[in-house]
Nanobody, 117 residues
């Protein structure tokens, strides 16, 4: 059974930082790319950052230079370090994995991030 469990969300003032974690189980973690998405109220879910199995990263333009995605394959965990947070970063943040070589994908339950102005 595949599980993705996010943690680390919360309430922070603008300019502050948070670090989200996504702990995965039930998959061969090290061979899969992992993504972070977010969904703000009334908006579509959007891709925030991706880390490949080799550690290459990509970011949405809106977070580039402020957010850092990383992975620890020994702990089956992906992190999203969020710095210089803005009120527009307020959203539920989701961890996502598309299983390599298949059409299966999985989502975590989400963690709320609220940035106050």
């Amino acid at each position: 059974q595949v599980q993705l469990v996010e943690s680390g969300g919360g309430l922070v003032q603008a300019g502050g930082s948070l670090r989200l974690s996504c702990a995965a189980s039930g998959i061969t973690f090290s061979i899969n790319a992992i993504d972070w998405y977010r969904q703000a109220p009334g908006k579509q879910r959007e891709l925030v950052a991706t880390i490949s199995r080799g550690g290459s990263t990509n970011y949405a333009h809106s977070v580039k230079g402020r957010f850092i995605i990383s992975r620890d394959n020994a702990k089956n965990t992906v992190y999203l370090q969020m710095n210089s947070l803005k009120p527009e970063d307020t959203a539920v943040y989701y961890c996502h994995v598309g299983i390599i070589g298949t059409i299966r994908d999985y989502w975590g339950q989400g963690t709320q991030v609220t940035v106050s102005s």
